[in-house]
């Protein structure tokens, strides 16, 4: 067969492929932009496995240090996962890490917080601008498999690599193809030969440093994005621009460079397409891979800055789709007082057609009341918005005012099998951790729900007395919930004390979920066993034993 024949059938299949990959592009982009509307001002619906969610809390897991984030107890006790899933439109793996780690670490300074609401709130003002930024962050994308700065990181541990096996395959390429003008019959042959090995070579040498071939697109990604976040020039962003753009002009060299490894554009076009499949007969990404480790390890310290820029900016676009998602939010004030909060008609973001409520204290306070009436919310929900005051500037709420804490909780412990420690030992270090930052001189806020309910009744409510009074003359304002209505007579002199009710009527039991002033007077725990169907007998009994015991300080033998 004549080689214009051949080379015929190559242009069809290129015209085709051309117009596969523009209907390609064009469908895609109109996806993404119908998919950036309808997320915006939303609840995202995107689904986590173990392995993504982990890599996600890389950044942080880098930057933190003890004493400035929210620990680990705490962070679970309010199932703060759930809050970041909620908050986390986002498109890009850096927008979510950044955002992850910001609600980890509260900050205790209003300039910082005020620059971040003056970027939050100048894009939930400006939908367009901020539809049009997701698009740039749609095109970084996400790396699900793993945390690019996770690898950023630990780029220094690769080493020296050499190029002599992929030149050899270049070099052997190059002269099949040379014979494919001489010998065609044989040139063809050798020409496939040579793709063939060349290609299954590639997999083999990309394979031991995939996840790091990864971080070097990423990187690419990154100085992309900030590029086309420039060109933009949302005065808004000035400041940022100003970063961004010194940053890629130190890293003007590395992008260069690491062009050859990957496409300058990251949206899947022909000319990407085509890329790739030179990349992989020709090997020269990988030997420019090999050649940039020193160049990027001499700028790692700019790839990091350039990383937490752009997840900052992207960060604060998706704390604004958040704003425009809530029934009402206000942006808390932080005054100087020593222990004090106060809020009105405040609400929990993962429940809806919430109950609010509303609270002004300058001491400790004690909540009663029976199981499912509304305490651990009402603590889950205090607790969450004064890390959300403290991270995003914005409380679910319509007014707050508090001080800058330390947040700290004590309320969803289990036993530790894996250390053999019993419910009551994790209970009691988790509230020796929250009394030693108070005696270290730290301004804290904490959460305790149900303090050393893994112990018997009498020695509960000696200790749990003197704990909740240490706590209530410390530099520090408390929340506690409990059944044991004798604490409430025994720190009425350092605990406000605060109720809810609940009503059993017509074999139901109704809760209103309202926080009322004073201690809890209803005794409703016996007649719940009637409400779920227990012989009136067990009722009847143990009401005359419970009423015996309030008479008569002791409880009936049974006869």
């Given at each position: 067969?004549?080689?214009?024949?051949?080379?015929?059938?190559?242009?069809?299949?290129?015209?085709?492929?051309?117009?596969?990959?523009?209907?390609?592009?064009?469908?895609?982009?109109?996806?993404?932009?119908?998919?950036?509307?309808?997320?915006?001002?939303?609840?995202?619906?995107?689904?986590?496995?173990?392995?993504?969610?982990?890599?996600?809390?890389?950044?942080?897991?880098?930057?933190?240090?003890?004493?400035?984030?929210?620990?680990?107890?705490?962070?679970?006790?309010?199932?703060?996962?759930?809050?970041?899933?909620?908050?986390?439109?986002?498109?890009?793996?850096?927008?979510?890490?950044?955002?992850?780690?910001?609600?980890?670490?509260?900050?205790?300074?209003?300039?910082?917080?005020?620059?971040?609401?003056?970027?939050?709130?100048?894009?939930?003002?400006?939908?367009?601008?901020?539809?049009?930024?997701?698009?740039?962050?749609?095109?970084?994308?996400?790396?699900?498999?793993?945390?690019?700065?996770?690898?950023?990181?630990?780029?220094?541990?690769?080493?020296?690599?050499?190029?002599?096996?992929?030149?050899?395959?270049?070099?052997?390429?190059?002269?099949?193809?040379?014979?494919?003008?001489?010998?065609?019959?044989?040139?063809?042959?050798?020409?496939?030969?040579?793709?063939?090995?060349?290609?299954?070579?590639?997999?083999?040498?990309?394979?031991?440093?995939?996840?790091?071939?990864?971080c070097f697109k990423y990187i690419v990604?990154?100085?992309?994005?900030?590029?086309?976040?420039?060109?933009?020039?949302?005065?808004?962003?000035?400041?940022?621009?100003?970063?961004?753009?010194?940053?890629?002009?130190?890293?003007?060299?590395?992008?260069?460079?690491?062009?050859?490894?990957?496409?300058?554009?990251?949206?899947?076009?022909?000319?990407?397409?085509?890329?790739?499949?030179?990349?992989?007969?020709?090997?020269?990404?990988?030997?420019?891979?090999?050649?940039?480790?020193?160049?990027?390890?001499?700028?790692?310290?700019?790839?990091?800055?350039?990383?937490?820029?752009?997840?900052?900016?992207?960060?604060?676009?998706?704390?604004?789709?958040?704003?425009?998602?809530?029934?009402?939010?206000?942006?808390?004030?932080?005054?100087?007082?020593?222990?004090?909060?106060?809020?009105?008609?405040?609400?929990?973001?993962?429940?809806?057609?919430?109950?609010?409520?509303?609270?002004?204290?300058?001491?400790?306070?004690?909540?009663?009341?029976?199981?499912?009436?509304?305490?651990?919310?009402?603590?889950?929900?205090?607790?969450?918005?004064?890390?959300?005051?403290?991270?995003?500037?914005?409380?679910?709420?319509?007014?707050?005012?508090?001080?800058?804490?330390?947040?700290?909780?004590?309320?969803?412990?289990?036993?530790?099998?894996?250390?053999?420690?019993?419910?009551?030992?994790?209970?009691?270090?988790?509230?020796?951790?929250?009394?030693?930052?108070?005696?270290?001189?730290?301004?804290?806020?904490?959460?305790?729900?149900?303090?050393?309910?893994?112990?018997?009744?009498?020695?509960?409510?000696?200790?749990?007395?003197?704990?909740?009074?240490?706590?209530?003359?410390?530099?520090?304002?408390?929340?506690?919930?409990?059944?044991?209505?004798?604490?409430?007579?025994?720190?009425?002199?350092?605990?406000?004390?605060?109720?809810?009710?609940?009503?059993?009527?017509?074999?139901?039991?109704?809760?209103?979920?309202?926080?009322?002033?004073?201690?809890?007077?209803?005794?409703?725990?016996?007649?719940?066993?009637?409400?779920?169907?227990?012989d009136d007998d067990i009722i009847n009994?143990?009401?005359?034993?419970?009423?015996?015991?309030?008479?008569?300080?002791?409880?009936?033998?049974?006869?």
């Open positions: 067969m004549d080689i214009g024949v051949y080379f015929g059938i190559a242009a069809v299949v290129l015209v085709l492929f051309v117009y596969q990959s523009y209907k390609y592009n064009k469908e895609r982009k109109s996806k993404i932009l119908m998919n950036l509307l309808e997320s915006w001002g939303t609840r995202p619906t995107r689904e986590y496995d173990y392995d993504e969610f982990e890599n996600i809390t890389h950044y942080f897991k880098h930057l933190s240090t003890d004493g400035e984030v929210i620990d680990n107890i705490t962070w679970n006790d309010l199932d703060m996962d759930t809050i970041f899933m909620l908050l986390n439109n986002t498109n890009s793996s850096v927008g979510e890490e950044y955002l992850y780690n910001l609600l980890r670490t509260p900050v205790k300074d209003k300039h910082i917080l005020a620059e971040r609401d003056k970027l939050i709130s100048f894009f939930e003002n400006n939908k367009d601008i901020s539809i049009a930024l997701g698009k740039k962050f749609n095109d970084l994308g996400r790396t699900k498999k793993l945390s690019v700065y996770e690898y950023i990181t630990n780029i220094t541990s690769l080493g020296k690599r050499s190029n002599g096996k992929h030149i050899t395959g270049l070099l052997l390429l190059l002269a099949s193809i040379a014979l494919l003008f001489i010998f065609p019959p044989i040139g063809i042959v050798a020409v496939i030969a040579m793709i063939s090995i060349n290609v299954i070579t590639y997999y083999k040498f990309k394979a031991e440093i995939e996840n790091y071939f990864i990604g990154l100085i992309v994005t900030a590029d086309n976040i420039i060109d933009m020039n949302i005065p808004e962003l000035s400041e940022y621009n100003v970063k961004l753009k010194e940053l890629c002009r130190d890293l003007n060299g590395l992008k260069k460079g690491i062009g050859l490894i990957t496409s300058n554009n990251m949206t899947g076009s022909l000319a990407e397409i085509i890329g790739d499949y030179i990349r992989m007969i020709t090997h020269i990404d990988l030997m420019k891979f090999n050649s940039m480790l020193g160049q990027t390890i001499e700028r790692l310290d700019k790839v990091h800055a350039l990383y937490e820029v752009i997840g900052c900016i992207e960060a604060m676009k998706a704390i604004a789709s958040f704003r425009v998602m809530l029934p009402y939010y206000t942006v808390p004030v932080l005054v100087s007082k020593n222990v004090s909060l106060s809020f009105k008609e405040i609400y929990h973001p993962m429940i809806d057609n919430p109950v609010a409520n509303s609270l002004h204290e300058t001491k400790c306070v004690l909540l009663t009341g029976s199981n499912a009436s509304g305490k651990s919310t009402f603590l889950k929900t205090v607790a969450i918005n004064a890390i959300l005051a403290q991270t995003i500037y914005t409380c679910l709420a319509k007014e707050y005012v508090t001080p800058f804490y330390d947040i700290y909780s004590s309320m969803a412990l289990r036993d530790d099998l894996e250390n053999n420690e019993s419910y009551y030992i994790v209970e009691i270090k988790s509230l020796k951790r929250i009394l030693d930052k108070v005696q270290n001189g730290n301004h804290v806020l904490c959460f305790v729900d149900e303090v050393l309910r893994g112990t018997n009744t009498i020695e509960r409510i000696a200790a749990s007395s003197r704990i909740l009074k240490l706590l209530a003359e410390s530099d520090i304002m408390c929340f506690a919930a409990t059944h044991d209505i004798e604490l409430t007579h025994i720190l009425k002199n350092y605990f406000s004390n605060y109720h809810f009710q609940e009503e059993v009527k017509d074999n139901d039991v109704l809760f209103n979920y309202r926080l009322y002033t004073g201690r809890a007077v209803s005794r409703n725990a016996i007649k719940l066993l009637g409400v779920m169907g227990y009994s143990a009401e005359d034993a419970a009423n015996n015991f309030l008479t008569n300080g002791n409880w009936k033998n049974f006869s």
